[in-house]
Each structure stands twice: as C-alpha cells, then as structure tokens.
C-alpha cells in the first residue's frame, strides 16, 4: 500500500514517545547494548564475555573474528564518552565501524501495526542505533515500511480534516510533522503546576481523554503516579490506548454517563478538559447536571475549563455561563488556575481550598 501521508525519514530520541522509548528499551537490554554500555563502565565486564561467546556460537566467528570484534568493541566503547556530546562524532565513528564490517548506507526499520519499530528487522544500523541508544543520542532512521494497519490509522486520522492535522498531540515521529490543533503546552503546564502544589495526582481521571496526550505529559513527567481514561469517539479511543498503554494505562471507550454509572471508583483529581460544554450540548439538562454531581463526589479536585457561551446552550448555563453553572451545580466555589491562549479560555479548579 503506498502511503500518502507518511514521512520518509523518523528521529528516534529518548522521549519522544512510548513507540521511541520501547525500541530504545529494547536496544539497551539487548545483548550488544548491554556490552557497550558494561565496556563504558567496566571493561573486563563479564557480559563482554557473554557477547564474544554469541558471536562464536551464534555467527559461527573463529579466533580471528572474535579478536576483530574484542577491539573493534573496546574501540567503540573507548569513543563513546569521548563523542557523548557530539552526535556526528558518534555517527563517524559507529559508521566507519560499519564499513569496516559490513556495509555503510541509512539505517532503516519498519513500522508494525501499533505504530512500534521492529526489532527483529534492522538490516544496516543495528549497532549504530545500539550505540547512540546507549549514548542517549537522537538518530534519524529511513522508514523501509509500515504495516497497513499503521496506514490505515494515520488515514483516518487524515481523513477527519481532509489534512495532516490532528486535535491533540501524537507522541510519535509519525507525527512530528502534523499540525496540532490544541498543543496546549501552556494549559499543560498551568494543570501540572496545581497537581504538583496540590499533591492530588495520586488516581487521576482524564474524562473524554481524546489521543491521551494530558495523561502522557503527566505521566512521563513524573506528576502523577496512575490513572485512569475513557473517551467515546473509537478512534480516539484506539489511539490513546496505544499511547497510554506502556505506561499502565488502559482507557475505557464510553461516554460519560455510562462510564459513571458503572462503578464508583474514587479519584484524587478528575479533569473534563474542553469537555462540560459538550456534555450541556448533547445531554438533557437534568442528565449533565447530574454528572457533574456525580463527578464532584467522586474526586478531591476537578479541573475543567470555560468556553464562549451559545445560544444553543440550555437557558440554566446560558444565563450565567458555563463555569457559573458548574460551581453552582457543585456548591461550590472555583478558582482560576491558568488561562489557554490558544483558545482563549480560562482553567478552572472546584477543591482544595475553593
Ligand atoms: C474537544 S475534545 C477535548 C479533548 C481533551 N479533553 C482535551 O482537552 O484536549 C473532546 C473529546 O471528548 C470526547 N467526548 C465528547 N463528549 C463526550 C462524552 N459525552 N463522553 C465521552 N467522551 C466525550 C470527544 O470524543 C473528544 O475526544
């Protein structure tokens, strides 16, 4: 399948997504990975040992192979820390490792139908990428294919605005080139601080997560320690399953009120980002103002945020506007914690000491 919205080339880098940090896991815990890295720390390492009997017993390697490849390691491993800040010292030096054994040319790899690198099939740059994964450097890689799983995905995403554009971020190099609609850093930053002050990310609930990416910062972040997601559009739903499963996250697809009314879970903060006033435009007034409630008694703190009123909105929010009708179905009071230039909106917090 040809692909019509892919990029050729990816930057793999620590941090740059569960997709990224999974393959780099994998190049570190490896056999050669865990070699380099024992040979920077200690160069009489056993694992070197475990290696060069690989090498004899797995590729067939006679002395001569095995003392090339003794110093050819011990090489790379003395350069390592040298070119630790220079990422094109660290590519000369693996590539020229490379011609020297085998082949120079791009290092590839393919991508399988959750959006994950495989392992199993770099043809030209194993211990290039090995070396720099271990030196926590950032490499570029030729993407040889994508399974068409992985295609049809980016597809439909594709389809949603007829363009690389994308609500919420997608922390994978796919990505990197789509334009987000909602990055958010400044809201992000402006719910990690109130969590952080607050100490309430203990069991966090992200209502109508979308792709993920509020439980992902936070998470990667350090902020919180567990959560919980759901959303009910299906392919928001699949993609913040992948994004949030490696980090033990497991969003539920459902709408608001079912999700609710199954289960009575308790969560130290719960957030409805861009969320309440969706709920006043497609529930009955009754029913959003029973969630609210409901949500108000199952957290410590809740994080919401404002949106421009509208006609269309029922005459009790409309009146007053949307937080007003929050803090007055809650009971309570709200603060403000933050204001979203990028949709001019205010951020607002009921708990603690509001
Ligand atoms: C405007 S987006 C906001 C996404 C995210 N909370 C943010 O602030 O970036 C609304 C999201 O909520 C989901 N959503 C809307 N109404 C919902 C409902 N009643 N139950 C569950 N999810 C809902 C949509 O599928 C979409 O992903």
Same mark, same amino acid.
């Given at each position: ?63 001569? %192979? ?154 990667? %972040? ?39 009314? %199954?289960? %009575? ?90």
């Amino acid at each position: 399948m040809k692909t019509i919205v892919g990029d050729e080339w990816v930057t793999i880098a620590d941090g740059n997504g569960p997709w990224s940090d999974k393959l780099l896991k994998s190049m570190r815990e490896c056999l050669f990975g865990r070699a380099v890295k024992s040979a920077i720390d200690d160069p009489e390492a056993p694992i070197l040992q475990e290696y060069l009997d690989y090498c004899r017993r797995g590729h067939g390697y006679n002395d001569a %192979n095995i003392e090339f490849e003794k110093n050819r390691l011990r090489e790379l491993c003395a350069n390592l820390p040298k070119n630790y800040d220079s990422r094109a010292g660290m590519l000369l030096d693996v590539h020229e490792d490379r011609r020297r054994t085998v082949r120079s040319g791009p290092m590839s790899l393919n991508i399988l139908a959750d959006g994950s690198f495989d392992m199993s099939y770099i043809p030209d740059g194993n211990h290039r990428m090995t070396s720099l994964a271990i030196a926590g450097m950032p490499f570029n890689v030729l993407i040889a294919d994508r399974a068409p799983e992985w295609e049809q995905l980016k597809q439909s995403l594709y389809g949603i605005w007829g363009r690389k554009y994308i609500y919420q971020p997608i922390p994978h190099p796919d990505f990197d080139s789509w334009e987000v609609g909602h990055g958010g850093n400044e809201r992000f930053a402006a719910i990690e601080e109130y969590v952080r002050v607050n100490d309430c990310g203990g069991n966090v609930l992200d209502c109508g997560c979308n792709y993920g990416y509020l439980l992902y910062y936070l998470l990667v %972040n350090g902020t919180i320690e567990s959560a919980d997601a759901f959303d009910f559009a299906a392919l928001a739903h699949k993609i913040a399953s992948m994004v949030l499963s490696p980090y033990g996250v497991s969003p539920a697809l459902s709408d608001a009120i079912a999700f609710f009314a %199954n289960g %009575n879970d308790r969560y130290s903060t719960i957030f409805a980002m861009s969320l309440v006033y969706h709920f006043v435009e497609i529930y009955p007034i009754e029913k959003s103002t029973q969630l609210i409630k409901v949500i108000i008694e199952r957290c410590e703190h809740f994080i919401f945020d404002d949106a421009p009123t509208k006609d269309t909105w029922p005459e009790a929010v409309k009146s007053g506007g949307l937080v007003k009708w929050v803090e007055k179905v809650a009971c309570r009071k709200s603060i403000k914690i933050g204001h979203d230039t990028e949709f001019n909106r205010g951020i607002f917090a009921i708990g603690g000491d509001s």
